[in-house]
């Protein structure tokens, strides 16, 4: 008897540590696409998009600072990507309800008129509310031209 609750226990460890395993890949996918959607908004112009998946209380960071929601939504609006590429993804759940992503990213379009093209780190935060995934957090960091080009050799000794 002692023998079956001790394979029925190991069956039933065995099964839910197998089913946590499984989550863990939905739960990045799931964040994972709610940042795509977001970029999707910013592609095709949806700033109602773009804002609808932003928490009223969300901190943006990038190299002109730190900005609220309400800043970054009107500054969107003569914002328009028209490419853009993910690499290099990593993901940290937070919580049950929250998730990190960091990526690269090469992108491009028009910002206020103005052609770009940039290479960027990027991490946001994505938090379940109310059954909805909002962006909480983001940050881009240019990536110093140094670092995405292949480094130059050193300079010769002289004696």
Known sequence: ????????????????????ARQPDAFRDAVVARERAGLEALKVGDIKAFADSTAEDAIFVDSSGIASKAQVVA??????????????????????????????MVESGTSHGHDFTAKVLVSSVWTKRGGKWLCTFSQETPVP??????????PAETK
């Open 1 to 20: 008897m002692r023998r079956i609750v001790v394979v029925a226990s190991s069956v039933v460890l065995l099964i839910a540590c197998a089913s946590y």
């Open 75 to 104: 500054n969107v609006g003569g914002f328009r990507l028209t490419d853009y590429t993910m690499s290099d993804i990593h993901f940290l759940a937070l919580s049950k309800d929250s998730g990190l992503i960091s990526y690269r």
């Open 145 to 154: 031209k140094a670092a995405s080009q292949p480094a130059a050799p050193p």
